[in-house]
Nanobody
């Protein structure tokens, strides 16, 4: 069963911007904390940002440095990641997921609903 579908990736030059979308198929989407992760070739999946449910709180990885903004529209059961000032090191497959754990918000093991991901390539 497909719970989320990511889109919006692509090829962009360094310094450019992309807006990723994560479209859910579950009406309960709005009650869950959701997050973006990314995985570069040969590296482990890493936390990017998270947003809590109905009264959103935002959480970011340190490397975001104010460049990325996570948001959600519960009426559209969609989450977004606005990425600005992209760098080649941001090249990765980006995934969205649902937090189901009670521990580390940045740990991939605490999540399910993983989608297929959307590829982001930043050229120098």
């Amino acid at each position: 069963q497909v719970h989320v579908v990511e889109s919006g990736g692509g090829l962009v030059q360094a310094g450019g911007s992309l807006r990723l979308s994560c479209a859910a198929s579950e009406g309960s989407f709005g009650t869950y904390t959701m997050a973006w992760f990314r995985q570069a070739p040969g590296k482990e999946r890493e936390f990017v940002a998270a947003i809590s449910g109905r009264t959103p709180r935002l959480y970011y990885a340190d490397f975001v440095k104010g460049r990325f903004t996570i948001s959600r529209d519960n009426a559209k059961i969609t989450m977004y990641l606005q990425m600005n000032s992209l760098e080649p090191v941001d090249t990765a497959v980006y995934y969205c997921a649902r937090y189901i754990g009670s521990g580390d918000l940045a740990a991939a093991r605490e999540y399910d609903w993983w989608g297929q991901g959307t590829q982001v390539i930043v050229s120098s």
